[in-house]
């Protein structure tokens, strides 16, 4: 099968799977938010923050790595390709232990409930199953998605059965955790007899390798880290300054946030090991996949970005129910970050490229996190949620401008932006008109006949044009 077909099927399988895992997703969100309340339900994305943290020093940008280096491996049967995958897992298994003692340290000096506690402490233990998914990189360097889409499925559909019935039981939020524990453990069973189907996996210790895979991967986890901080950094912030009910409120219009993230990056899953393979040999393909990336994502992320501002009323009161109206304002807000998050993926994947992340890439996210926390401090007390969406929308919007200048100090190459600049002027006009024109702003129609309207003038030759390329082009 051409790569041209793969990447067709591989994002049509994700496709297909991200479509399921978002509404169990959203059901689980759903069920959480209206039996714990906004208060509770604050409490409960807090725990999580907390994993995620965690999850950036166990992880420390290993699997970014072990991608690139596995899809340089011709035979991912030989022996450079078993020793990657297993020294790989030995790290993140060592990490994963010292991100447990760190949390675990940290709490015993926080006033927060025992229960708390020990329900951070479950969450992380889950960390060291995380290890073990490692093996997921071989079905993304095969352009073999499906194993890892499965995966999720039975992960999610786990997650989802256990937390309705810990609900109908009406259980306390450290059993509620177990669900999500339970889930992980299955899905790493699961990505185990997976990958049998291509590899033999068996841990080998290689000091020499495992010395390469941490200086490689170490800036990368940096980056990580100060990416981590920087988009959750503010719930932190708005647990200090007003509490475990403005958290909730943040929380619930930023899941629209994580699923931008998760849908960019499930795109990216089938470009990057391209990326990765044509950057030494074919430099001019690279170049138009890089171009034909930003102009594809950036028409996605208004589509994105439109609907979920257009449709905040409903999707809050939907999911969350009338506890969480609060929330509306702050997903209008936060609706924006929607293009800007789709194509700084692309940036993000083309820094591991070219092998900038060990200064441009570790700068830029640094710079984010600097003005992040400082207009955070200057916006939540004043603001609140909204203060905080504001931050991160300004944030993700100073990050695409600077992104592609450093990529081309390096490539040689600077992207045109007229597709965005098309893209951001269809979201933009018709919400405008929603907002400030009283007999439009009565009614959701015209604002999105304008839109579709708008779309289709601007872009009816960018997707004949897409599909040419990518059918034409990567081969």
């Known amino acids: 099968m051409s790569t041209f077909r793969k990447i067709v099927n591989n994002t049509a399988i994700q496709a297909c799977g991200s479509a399921f895992n978002t509404v169990t997703g959203l059901l689980v969100t759903a069920a959480l ?61 060592v990490f994963s232990g010292l991100a447990l003692a760190i949390s675990a340290a940290y709490l015993f ?27 997921e ?3 993304k360097v095969n352009l073999q998605i499906k194993y890892s889409v499965i995966s999720s499925l039975i992960s999610q559909g786990t997650h989802l059965f256990f937390l309705l019935l810990f609900i109908y039981l009406k259980t306390t939020l450290l059993v509620l955790i177990g669900a999500y524990f339970l889930a992980r453990l299955v899905r790493c069973v699961v990505v185990y007899l997976f990958s049998t189907k291509f590899i033999r996996f068996r841990f080998c210790l290689d000091r020499s390798l495992m010395k390469f895979l941490f200086l490689e991967s170490f800036p990368l986890g940096i980056a990580a880290g100060l990416w981590m901080v920087y988009y959750r950094v503010d719930t932190l912030m708005l647990d200090y300054y007003k509490g475990v009910g403005a958290v909730g409120q943040y929380n619930a219009a930023y899941k629209f946030v994580d699923l931008f993230l998760l849908f960019s990056g499930m795109i990216m899953v089938s470009i990057y090991p391209i990326m990765s393979a044509t950057y030494s040999d074919h430099i001019e393909s690279l170049k138009k996949l890089y171009q034909k990336s930003i102009d594809y994502l950036s028409i996605v992320g208004a589509f994105i970005t439109f609907f979920t501002f257009i449709f905040a009323k409903y999707i809050i009161t939907l999911i969350y129910g009338t506890r969480f109206l609060d929330s509306i304002p702050t997903l209008r807000i936060l609706a924006w970050v929607g293009i800007f998050i789709f194509v700084s993926n692309i940036y993000g994947h083309m820094f591991i490229v070219l092998g900038l992340q060990k200064r441009d890439f570790l700068l830029l996210r640094f710079l984010g996190l600097v003005v992040n926390v400082f207009l955070n401090l200057k916006l939540i007390p004043a603001w609140g949620a909204n203060g905080a ?68 003038l601007m872009f009816r030759r960018d997707y004949l044009q897409m599909w040419e390329f990518f059918k034409g082009e990567v081969n």
């Open 109 to 135: 000096f926080r006033d927060y409930p025992l229960n708390t506690k020990l329900a951070v402490i479950l969450l992380e233990l889950t960390l060291f199953a995380g290890a073990g998914e490692s093996l």
């Open 33 to 93: 938010a209206r039996y714990l309340g906004k208060d509770g339900y604050g409490e409960y994305s807090l725990v999580f923050v907390y994993l995620f943290f965690a999850g950036v020093i166990a992880d420390l940008g290993f699997d970014g790595i072990l991608v690139r280096e596995l899809a340089k491996v011709p035979d991912l049967t030989s022996q450079r390709a078993v020793s990657l995958i297993s020294n790989t897992i030995i790290w993140k298994l």
């Open 389 to 456: 969406a504001a931050a991160t929308v300004f944030t993700e919007f100073l990050i695409f401008l600077l992104a592609p200048i450093l990529i081309g100090n390096k490539f040689s190459y600077h992207p045109s932006f007229k597709n965005l600049f098309k893209s951001v002027g269809t979201a933009v006009f018709p919400c405008l008109l929603f907002l400030f024109v009283p007999f439009l702003a009565e009614s959701i129609y015209p604002a999105i006949i304008l839109f579709l309207t708008l779309s289709l």
């Open 137 to 139: 990189a071989i079905f």
